[in-house]
Each structure stands twice: as C-alpha cells, then as structure tokens.
C-alpha cells in the first residue's frame, strides 16, 4: 500500500519536468511507497508527452490527469488531493527537485511523533541539470526539533513567524489536515499560496522541523510570478480580498485578530513591492486600491503589535500606503524605490 501521494502541478515545464519526475521516482523510500499524480495544466509545449511517457514507465505509481483548460497550480493541487488515495500527501513544483531521501527523511518524524505536517528546510538552486547537495552543505548546528502548537500563543508564534515557509512544497502533510479544516487552494489564481500557508499555520498542531535542506527551489527566471506588465499580477490584491472573508467567515479575527492584521501587512508590502519592481510604470489606481484595503482595516500599521518586525525598506512601502499621496508623488515614490534597489542590487 502507498504510503504517500505526492502531487504535482505541471505547466509548460518540459525543459525541467523529467528533472523533477527523476528525482522523485527515484526516492530511496522506495517508489512502490508513492502515489504521484501529475495535473497537466493544459500546456502548450511538450509537458504533457513527456509525462505520459513517465506514466508508461510507472503505470501502477503514476496518475496522470490532463486539465482541458488553464486553471492555474491552486485548481491543480485541489485537483490531485481530490484524488490523493493515501493520508500523508507533499506537493512538488515541476520544475523543482528533491534530495534522493527527502521523503524517507520526512516520513520517519511523521510516523513516530503522529505529526499534522513534517517540514524540510529547502535552497534556492539555479541549476540547469540534475544536481544534490553536498553532504556539508546539508549539515545545520540547529537541531531538528518537533513543535507542538497546544496552545493560542504558540499558534500565534507559529502564525506570525511563518515557520513553515511561504510554500507549499518541501512538506510531508497529513492528508485529513487538509481535508477536516477544508484547507484548499483558491482556484483560476495566481499567488494562492498567499491564502492557503496562513491557514495552515492556524491548524497545525504538531510539527516536525527538519532544518536539513532536502528540497530544491528552482530559480526560474521564465516563471510567471516574475513576468513584468501583465494583468494577473492584480490577483494578489484578490487574494487578500477572498482572505480577509474567509478569515470573518471562519471567525479567526475573534483569537487571532493582531497576526492576522500582520499577515494583512505584510501582503500589503508585499503588493507594493511587486507593483513597484513588476511595472515599468507602477499604476496609481492599484495603489490607491491596496491603500482602501489596507488602510480601511488598520487605520494606523505602527500600533500593531508587530511594527517593529517590518524592515525599513517594508516599513518605507507600508508609509507610501499610509501617506496622501497624489499621483505625481506615488510616481516619484516608486522611481525612488526602484533607484534604491538598483544601487543596491549593484552593492551586491
């Protein structure tokens, strides 16, 4: 019987998805141990061909399930838990990949402390081949430690430092976590991962840190967070839209109202960051748009329990919301903004 359903979300990667089928086919906890069920996002290239002939291989391990239409990572993960068979489940991005025991390393904690969700530590890795950590470069003076959120401050704590990453990947979860606090991805998005961490922060009980890196960020500079001047980059305002109902929804604002509203904060600097570095030509309609969410919710950021947490140039971002700024001042702001990140980037 499988013992984990491992689901990958695939579009336009067929320069990179046998990297990644490699190294999760090849696991040294055995691939009769996994279920791994690859969602087709309708690609335009070759990734489709290519996981069909890794299904051809592994006909008994491999799902294969072709979307007809483009829905985006958020309605492919839903998609692939729905059909998830086992209860421990690890999403995996197709164009990142994965240490040869990264499962074996991850199960091990979740089967002896019966944990929600296992975590690895993970690197950015600009690799164009098929290449694993060097056993040094894997060692930590941090110990691997369990966290057991029993609780309101340690949920809090677990909340507010994002202990588990910004990601989806690099975790082995408990497929009924998931399912029981209907923890799902929002559909026909990007940046969904923006509302679905937060909630997994809030339900998980019992974790397991891993601080070794088992897990491979691929730095794709093709990906389509990274494109400039185009229209989805507003779904992130969206998402914080379909957050702040879901969060009244479920009546979190009632025990968690100070890490929420940080959470809050912190996407709004996140959206000004990515308007400012994602546009040639910053629109002032979207800045007055996160400023109305913003700023209608939490009239004053710097009597937040967390000021004190923002970096200066978050700090700065969050200032612009909170400042009247005319069109000609915002344009200013941003152009300052972009002039700092170049000096900078150049610094470096």
């Not at 309609?285 to 009597?303: A, C, F, G, N």
Request: charged residues 25%; contains cysteine.
């Amino acid at each position: 019987m499988n013992k984990i359903t491992v689901i990958i979300p695939c579009h336009n990667t067929a320069l990179f998805i046998d990297r990644c089928m490699t190294s999760v086919t090849t696991q040294t906890i055995g691939i009769e141990n996994l279920e791994i069920i690859c969602i087709d996002d309708a690609s335009t290239d070759d990734t489709l061909h290519r996981l069909q002939t890794w299904e051809q291989r592994f006909p008994d391990n491999i799902i294969l399930i072709p979307l007809d239409s483009n829905r985006k990572p958020g309605a492919a993960r839903n998609i692939g838990l729905s059909y998830a068979s086992t209860d421990l489940v690890s999403f995996v991005d197709s164009d990142d990949w994965l240490e040869p025991d990264c499962f074996e390393q991850l199960y091990s904690p979740m089967q002896q402390y019966d944990c929600d969700v296992v975590f690895c530590g993970f690197k950015r890795d600009p690799s164009g081949a098929l290449t694993y950590f060097d056993r040094d470069s894997r060692s930590y003076i941090e110990e691997n430690h369990l966290i057991i959120a029993d609780t309101e401050e340690l949920t809090k704590h677990l909340m507010k430092d994002k202990i588990m990453g910004r990601t989806p990947c690099g975790k082995l979860i408990r497929k009924t976590l998931l399912t029981d606090h209907a923890i799902f991805f929002p559909e026909d998005l990007v940046y969904e991962d923006n509302f679905w961490i937060p909630l997994l922060h809030i339900y998980t009980k019992k974790l397991y840190v891993i601080e070794s890196p088992l897990y491979h960020w691929f730095v794709n500079l093709d990906s389509i967070t990274l494109s400039k001047n185009v229209d989805f980059h507003t779904d992130w305002i969206t998402i914080q839209m379909i957050k702040l109902h879901e969060y009244e929804r479920r009546g979190l604002f009632q025990k968690y109202r100070e890490e929420l509203e940080f959470d809050l904060l912190t996407d709004a600097a996140g959206f000004m960051s990515l308007l400012i570095s994602q546009y040639d030509n910053p629109c002032y309609s979207l800045y007055q748009l996160e400023k109305e969410l913003v700023t209608s919710r939490i009239p004053d950021y710097k009597h937040s329990k967390y000021a004190a947490d923002f970096l200066s140039y978050s700090g700065s971002l969050l200032e612009a919301l909170y400042a009247p700024l005319d069109r000609k001042q915002f344009q200013e702001f941003a152009k300052t903004i972009k002039q700092v990140w170049k000096d900078l980037g150049q610094a470096l």
